[in-house]
Every structure is written in structure tokens, then in C-alpha cells.
């Protein structure tokens, strides 16, 4: 078990890690949509690579309806596993809608054996969202 501030010091030697290992400047939030961002997530006992949608509900169903019909083309092309998930928790206070690629077996930030290995997973899998995000980038804007 770690403490608060160890843990938290693992949480930042990773993520500067991965910043080191996989230099790059990502789309993340300059997405020009308000509220449609992308976001790299590790945990203690998940990664994932999501694409959010956190913006006023009518706005957001819009996009979600957007992001759906996008959906065989993600699956097929893109991702053969990858969760629609229109209400997604991303802390106890936090819900909002996301397209999530995730590992979720045998990984943990507090174990640096799973480092390798979930940095290529986050890497690999946030540039096949960019790709898709700049081919359609134009059919999932309103």
C-alpha cells in the first residue's frame, strides 16, 4: 500500500515518463469543439484512451448522435474493441458521454512492470483516435 503523497509521486513520474518516451503534441483539448476533448487515463486498475463529450445536454446528445453514427466505422476500421458509453463516470462527482478504448486486466500505475506496456497501449491507441478524429473531423462537428 502507498501513501497519498507516494502514490501521487508515482502518478507523476509516469505520466513524465510517458511524455519523455512518447514525445508528441496531442489533439487532446484543441479539438475547436468546446466541451470535446481526449483524454489518457491510468489508474490502479485501468487505462484507457476515451473521447469525451462534456457540454450542455442538448448539445451534447447532438454530438453523441453524431459520434454514433460514426460507430461501424470505429469498430470496423479502427478499434475492434470500443465501448459507446453515453453516461461515463470519470470521478464520483463527474459523468459525462464517451467513446472509450480501455486494458483492464494486469495493469496498475502503482506497479512501473505494467508501465511499458500500458504507455505503447495509450500511445498506440490515442493516435488511431487522432487519425479518426482528423478524417471525420468534419462529419462529427455541428
Not at 501521487?8 to 515518463?17: G, M
Request: proline share 1%.
Amino acid at each position: 500500500m502507498f501513501s497519498k503523497n507516494e502514490a501521487k509521486q508515482l502518478r507523476q513520474e509516469f505520466w513524465i515518463s510517458f511524455g519523455k518516451s512518447f514525445p508528441r503534441n496531442w489533439i487532446l483539448y484543441n479539438t475547436n469543439v468546446k466541451g470535446l476533448s481526449f483524454k489518457f487515463h491510468f489508474d490502479t486498475k485501468t487505462a484507457y484512451v476515451a473521447l469525451c463529450f462534456d457540454m450542455d445536454p442538448e448539445k451534447q446528445t447532438a454530438y453523441w448522435d453524431k459520434i454514433i453514427s460514426h460507430k461501424s466505422i470505429l469498430e470496423s476500421d479502427f478499434f475492434a474493441d470500443i465501448l459507446f458509453e453515453k453516461q461515463f463516470q470519470v470521478s464520483d462527482e463527474k459523468n459525462l458521454s464517451a467513446v472509450v478504448v480501455s486494458i483492464k486486466s494486469k495493469v496498475s500505475i502503482h506497479n512501473k512492470d505494467t508501465w511499458k506496456s500500458t504507455m505503447e497501449f495509450l500511445n498506440g491507441s490515442m493516435i488511431i483516435f487522432e487519425d479518426f478524429y482528423t478524417l471525420y473531423e468534419n462529419t462529427i462537428k455541428i
